[in-house]
């Protein structure tokens, strides 16, 4: 299974990825039951308001990826405890720009 991360770009000076990547490795988190997993993207959203998020994630389609993530830095603000206040717009968007080509998961860990 191929899969994808976008990140949210203001935790990329805090967080180097490495629960994302033991998450998925491990078959943890949003990653349980998934099997055996190729990391084919791990890409910021590009800074707020996140709009490069999508582009990003038609990216990853087109190489492959059959399951694009959105970081729990995202959603849940991890690891500042602030959520990404254009989360439910972000997610929404992707969704429409890569349904039928790939499914989208909103958390990693």
Do not use: Y
Request: hydrophobic content about 40%; overall charge positive.
């Amino acid at each position: 299974m191929k899969i994808g991360i976008i990140r949210c770009r203001q935790t990329e000076d805090a967080c180097p990825g490495n629960t994302d990547f033991a998450c998925a490795r491990d078959g943890k988190g949003a990653f349980e039951g998934l099997g055996n997993v190729e990391m084919v993207g791990f890409l910021s959203c590009g800074g707020c308001p996140g709009k490069r998020a999508v582009a990003r994630a038609k990216l990853m389609t087109d190489r492959g990826v059959e399951i694009i993530f959105l970081g729990s830095c995202i959603q849940r603000g991890n690891p500042f405890q602030f959520p990404c206040p254009n989360f439910a717009a972000m997610r929404d968007t992707i969704g429409k720009a890569i349904a039928g080509k790939a499914k989208l998961i909103e958390w990693t860990h």
